[in-house]
């Protein structure tokens, strides 16, 4: 599994008018390419009466699925500036569509770059960027004696707690990041003079706002 990335929070649009022409640029999370170029087909079929509807994408881990498309620009300057813009920001897993409607004047090519790069960069401080971090869910089991001290502790801690279940024994779920299992099983175990039972149940990306 991957490590920790960074992504857009939701899908969201912004639109800027640069000399008359309407440029509307919308973001949005694709873990695959067929999300990807669906998003993009979405986006089209909304605006089917503009003029243009560049598209840019950036998928997997390693950026391994990058496309950049004009959609009738002149070469370069629509596609490639959207997809720098989310390269720029370290963003994966992310497209973006920048729909234009011409208003008459003509940008140049140096205009183009700077409004589609301009028209990326709103689209995603709409939609707001997350990092995604990977972290271990804890099962720490204990007798119903130390369940409302280690309780306290874990609600006061960094850890976020998902979920109390209650049987025989009763089993905390905590996510911890993964880098800090050592440091946590440590800490449970000093908590509770060593009668936790600690075992790792899977692990799951936490999203937290990034400013």
């Known amino acids: 599994m991957r490590g920790n990335y960074m992504t857009v929070g939701r899908t969201a649009d912004a639109e800027i008018v640069i000399q008359k022409s309407r440029f509307i640029g919308h973001a949005a999370r694709a873990e695959t390419e067929a999300e990807a170029l ?44 959207i997809l720098e813009v989310l390269k720029k920001q370290g963003l994966k897993d992310t497209v973006i569509v920048v729909t234009r409607y011409f208003g008459g004047i003509k940008l140049g090519g140096g205009g183009l770059i700077r409004a589609y790069g301009k028209s990326a960069t709103e689209a995603l401080a709409a939609a707001g960027i997350v990092e995604r971090r990977l972290h271990e869910l804890m099962k720490v089991s204990i007798d119903y004696g130390w369940l409302g001290k280690l309780e ?47 075992q790792p149940d899977g692990s799951e990306f936490l999203e937290f706002h990034v400013s």
């Open 152 to 198: 306290n502790e874990v609600r006061q801690s960094a850890y976020p707690l998902k979920d109390i279940l209650y049987a025989e024994n009763v089993d905390i779920l905590i996510y911890v990041p993964v880098e800090e299992t050592e440091n946590f099983t440590n800490w449970i175990n000093e908590l509770t003079n060593g009668q936790a039972v600690i």
């Open 38 to 81: 669906e998003f993009i087909e979405s986006i089209k079929n909304t605006h089917r009466s503009a003029t243009h509807n560049c598209s840019a994408y950036l998928i997997g881990e390693h950026d391994s699925i990058q496309k950049a498309n004009d959609d009738g620009e002149p070469s370069g300057t629509a596609g490639v500036p």
